[in-house]
């Protein structure tokens, strides 16, 4: 995918032979799974952290994953991924996971104060205030969509900005031209590459039933409280009815697995 700051086309390089059923798990009881659908930058990094810190072989609640578009124009079906990154469609790239609700909930997907997990410890220094009083331990169970990805910068994670737009600036002042009739005259005019992001990189949660639209506006408002509002930053994900998905290309599949070294967002790690 072009890359607007860097300038760069993602690579698709040819990937190793991974089954999907190592990430795949099944239903630790007799009740059904439920689905949670996310998208914060680019899918590959996105679908690699929840699967690293939820291994569905390890029985942390994720049965499946899928990475796909959503979100985007009623008129735009079955997107393409090259479709998609020209910004036409606004489809989002997207994670869908399904998982056990008896193991994992919906909260701590995407973030509600508990307990965290030993396995989601992390190595890395917060770039966050962690209130007076608090400590890993108790400070937010996962948080887990909101700690991995950065919800305050619109259509854009990182470096990556998705489609470029050209557009003509007014650059004045009024120069004046011939005309066969009159003398007239009209502003300057300059062309400039101007990056106003794309959609496909937006902060979205894509609620499925009411009661997670419910959790993710209350997540969301306990997360802007207590880990922005002190530095006067504002989360902009958007929470939306989930729609239509169609699943990704399958290059696009597990792709951080199939290929370690590929490119991977330098947003999408624990921020806290």
Request: hydrophobic share 30%; glycine share 8%.
């Amino acid at each position: 995918m072009f890359n607007a700051v860097l300038g760069y086309v993602r690579s698709t390089s040819l990937s190793r032979g991974i089954s999907s059923e190592t990430f795949t798990a099944t239903m630790s009881g007799s009740g059904s799974p439920e689905v949670a659908t996310f998208a914060s930058g680019c899918f590959w990094g996105v679908e690699h952290i929840f699967l690293k810190h939820f291994p569905p072989k390890e029985d942390k609640g994720i049965l499946k994953t899928a990475v796909g578009y959503t979100g985007g124009k009623a008129d735009s079906q079955n997107p393409d991924y090259k479709t998609v990154c020209t910004g036409a469609t606004d489809h989002a790239e997207a994670v869908r996971i399904e998982f056990d609700p008896s193991i994992v909930k919906y909260e701590e997907l995407v973030g509600e104060c508990a307990h965290t997990p030993p396995h989601l410890k992390t190595p890395h220094p917060t770039p966050y205030t962690i209130p007076r009083g608090l400590n890993e331990l108790t400070m937010g169970s996962p948080e887990f969509f909101y700690r991995t990805h950065d919800p305050t910068t619109v259509n854009r994670q990182g470096h990556d900005t998705g489609t470029r737009t050209q557009i003509l600036l007014f650059s004045g002042p009024f120069s004046p031209i011939s005309h066969p009739l009159r003398h007239i005259s009209i502003p300057r005019l300059s062309s400039a590459i101007v990056d106003t992001g794309s959609a496909e990189y937006r902060s979205a949660i894509f609620f499925n039933t009411p009661d997670q639209e419910e959790i993710a506006k209350r997540v969301t408002a306990e997360v802007q409280k207590k880990h922005f509002d002190p530095h006067g930053t504002k989360i902009v994900t958007q929470i939306l009815p989930a729609g239509p998905w169609w699943d990704a290309e399958e290059y696009h599949q597990l792709y951080l697995f199939k290929n370690p070294s590929g490119y991977q967002c330098a947003n999408h790690r624990l921020h806290w």
